[in-house]
């Protein structure tokens, strides 16, 4: 699935979240404390992806969220980035003994993410900081 970059970008500052195309290819979002939501169109569909940058965390077309009842939501990436600026889609940090060992996207209401807690690690959950000031387009 190819992301519609031109309208993602518009949507983020419409939403109040910055963000930043370098090329044709590709949309930064800052969500604040250094995590950076990337979109990236490639040749092949496929290949098209919206991940996390520096995190293994990514997915191709739209995210599933489910909760441990097996409920769950889908979202396609549009409705990723207004889920961010409302708080209903939140980045989670994984930590071990203090140090970030994971960062992905989470929603509010279908997650799933606390139950697997060992005794030395933490969940810190944040929302993405909106109204940030705009980032150069080009």
Same mark, same amino acid.
């Given at each position: 699935? =190819?992301?519609?970059?031109?309208?993602?970008?518009?949507?983020?500052?419409?939403?109040?979240?910055? !963000? #930043? =195309? *370098?090329?044709?290819?590709?949309?930064?979002?800052?969500?604040?404390?250094?995590?950076?939501?990337?979109?990236?169109? !490639?040749? #092949?569909?496929? *290949?098209?992806? @919206?991940?996390?940058?520096?995190?293994?965390?990514?997915?191709?077309? *739209?995210?599933?969220?489910?909760?441990?009842?097996?409920?769950?939501?889908? @979202? &396609?990436? +549009?409705?990723?980035?207004?889920?961010?600026?409302?708080?209903?889609?939140?980045?989670?940090? $994984?930590?071990?003994?203090? $140090?970030?060992?994971? +960062?992905? +996207?989470?929603? $509010?209401?279908?997650? &799933?993410?606390?139950?697997?807690?060992?005794?030395?690690?933490?969940?810190?959950? #944040? =929302?993405?900081? !909106?109204?940030?000031?705009?980032?150069? #387009? *080009?």
């Amino acid at each position: 699935m =190819r992301y519609d970059l031109e309208l993602a970008w518009q949507l983020c500052h419409e939403v109040g979240l910055a !963000a #930043r =195309r *370098d090329s044709d290819d590709t949309i930064d979002v800052d969500l604040g404390h250094g995590t950076i939501l990337l979109f990236q169109n !490639a040749i #092949r569909d496929d *290949d098209c992806l @919206m991940g996390l940058d520096g995190s293994p965390w990514h997915v191709h077309g *739209d995210i599933i969220f489910a909760d441990p009842r097996g409920y769950h939501v889908e @979202m &396609d990436y +549009l409705n990723v980035l207004t889920g961010l600026a409302e708080g209903l889609v939140l980045v989670c940090e $994984r930590q071990v003994d203090g $140090r970030a060992v994971e +960062l992905s +996207l989470i929603h $509010r209401d279908y997650n &799933d993410e606390f139950k697997y807690l060992e005794t030395n690690e933490q969940i810190v959950v #944040r =929302r993405a900081v !909106a109204h940030a000031p705009e980032v150069n #387009r *080009d």
